[in-house]
Structure formats: C-alpha cells, structure tokens
C-alpha cells in the first residue's frame, strides 16, 4: 500500500517560512506526479502546488505564486513544499497526494486527479 507521511507544520507570524516534506513509501516514488493541498476551516479543499514525475513541470495556484516552491528528491522518496512570507490566509491542514497512475506529462493540478493522501499536517500562521 502507498503510505505517504507529512510533516514540517506548525505555529509561524505572518512573514515567516516553513518547509513541510512528505515522504512516501510502498512503490517507486520517481514514476508519480505529486502535490501539495490545503484545506481551511469552511472552506474546500484547494490546490496549493503540484509536480509531475519528473519534475519538469509545476503548477501553483495563483495565491501562492511567488511565495511557495514546490520540489521532489526522488533518491529520498520526498517531495518538499517550501512556503516563505507566509500570510494568515495560508493557515490549514496540509495534505500532499499522489497519482495511482505513473508518468505523464502534466503537473496535475486538481484534487480528483489524485488517488493517495496523507493525513495532513496544520500550519498556522498569526498575524
């Protein structure tokens, strides 16, 4: 089974960074588009990054373009979202995700479009 394990959230200022990282075991993690969602209080679960199997293509949702990086290191079975000047509104459970299908061309940029997730890591940011 795909296991997939986040970590790296926590309590910040408005201003501040946090890299989160989600290691994933139970296959090949090089052959795999992953992502990163969030998901806040009363409101649906949202695209923040995503990476295809290479990691040649990235997509970003246009609230944090310019302020979050997303990167894989296939040799450790991670994926890492690095979230600098972090703002209020970036406050929420965390969760990365991965395809149940290999390879692809396509950063894919949508929840549906994926099939393994974590159990989510909180980031709060206060102002």
């Known amino acids: 089974q795909v296991q997939l394990v986040e970590s790296g959230g926590g309590l910040v200022q408005a201003g501040g960074s946090l890299r989160l990282s989600c290691a994933a075991s139970?296959?090949?993690?090089?052959?795999?588009?992953m992502g990163w969602f969030r998901q806040a209080p009363g409101k649906e679960r949202e695209d923040v990054a995503t990476?295809?199997?290479?990691?040649?293509?990235?997509n970003y949702a246009d609230s944090v373009k310019g302020r979050f990086t997303i990167s894989r290191d296939n040799a450790k079975n991670t994926v890492y979202l690095q979230m600098n000047t972090l703002k209020p509104e970036d406050t929420a459970v965390y969760y990365c995700a991965t395809r149940g299908t290999p390879y692809g061309g396509a950063a894919y940029d949508t929840a549906s479009q994926y099939d393994y997730w974590g159990q989510g890591t909180q980031v709060t940011v206060s102002s």
């Open positions: 139970g296959r090949t993690f090089s052959r795999y588009a």
């Open positions: 990476i295809n199997w290479s990691g040649g293509s990235t």
